[in-house]
T-cell receptor
Framework: GEDVEQSLFLSVREGDSSVINCTYT??????LYWYKQEPGAGLQLLTY?????DMKQDQRLTVLLNKKDKHLSLRIADTQTGDSAIYFC??????????FGKGTRLHILP | NAGVMQNPRHLVRRRGQEARLRCSPM?????VYWYRQLPEEGLKFMVY????????ESGMPKERFSAEFPKEGPSILRIQQVVRGDSAAYFC?????????????FGPGTRLTVT
């Protein structure tokens, strides 16, 4: 079956690193994504990783994939107030539909 | 290069009325996807269309919902005889034909409220 699980809330102090975790069930998933949604806005594609990769880094963002455990994480270094948003983990086999988790609300503490 | 455009951004309908949601894909994109986001939930796939063709509608409710992507003009998601449970944010995404469906770019969404 298709299912993506992630914790609903995360609070982090400004300047610290944020780590958002996700697990998925479909071992045939080819692409794994992180999307960001700010209040009242659409989804912004932050990054994606192919299932044959272990890690992808893009500026402050680091994605780690443990395919054996079906675990995906997003690390945001030096978290800023502008990072406050909902972060969605998602998976796809690359055909049409993307399967989304319920989202993790990242709250930045001053 | 404009992104995916959706209109209206907010739509209020009374129970029993029809809702029409429009989506213009990014320039050069020929694949369109519709998703629904219920309050406090993630997005759920509804339908995937290419020009004049419905490719996958496995996520569409069987009744009252329809979608089209004509040769000219935007893609339309149509909800007939709306009910309170249809209140949600409806997002459209598009992708270029050469990458298939894995690289989807989302519009800002239409927030439908049924009163």
């Amino acid at each position: 079956g298709e299912d993506v699980e992630q914790s609903l809330f995360l609070s982090v102090r400004e300047g610290d690193s944020s780590v958002i975790n996700c697990t998925y069930t479909d071992s045939s998933s080819t692409y794994l994504y992180w999307y960001k949604q700010e209040p009242g806005a659409g989804l912004q594609l932050l990054t994606y990783i192919f299932s044959n990769m272990d890690m992808k880094q893009d500026q402050r963002l680091t994605v780690l994939l443990n395919k054996k455990d079906k675990h995906l994480s997003l690390r945001i270094a030096d978290t800023q107030t502008g990072d406050s948003a909902i972060y969605f983990c998602a998976e796809s086999m690359g055909d049409d539909k993307i399967i989304f988790g319920k989202g993790t609300r990242l709250h930045i503490l001053p | 290069n404009a992104g995916v455009m959706q209109n209206p951004r907010h739509l209020v309908r009374r129970r029993g009325q029809e809702a029409r949601l429009r989506c213009s894909p990014m320039k050069g994109h020929s694949h369109v996807y519709w998703y629904r986001q219920l309050p406090e939930e993630g997005l759920k796939f509804m339908v995937y269309l290419q020009k004049e063709n419905i490719i996958d509608e496995s996520g569409m409710p069987k009744e009252r919902f329809s979608a089209e992507f004509p040769k000219e003009g935007p893609s339309i998601l149509r909800i007939q005889q709306v009910v309170r449970g249809d209140s949600a944010a409806y997002f459209c995404a598009s992708s270029p034909s050469e990458t298939g469906g894995y690289e989807q770019y989302f519009g800002p969404g239409t927030r439908l409220t049924v009163t």
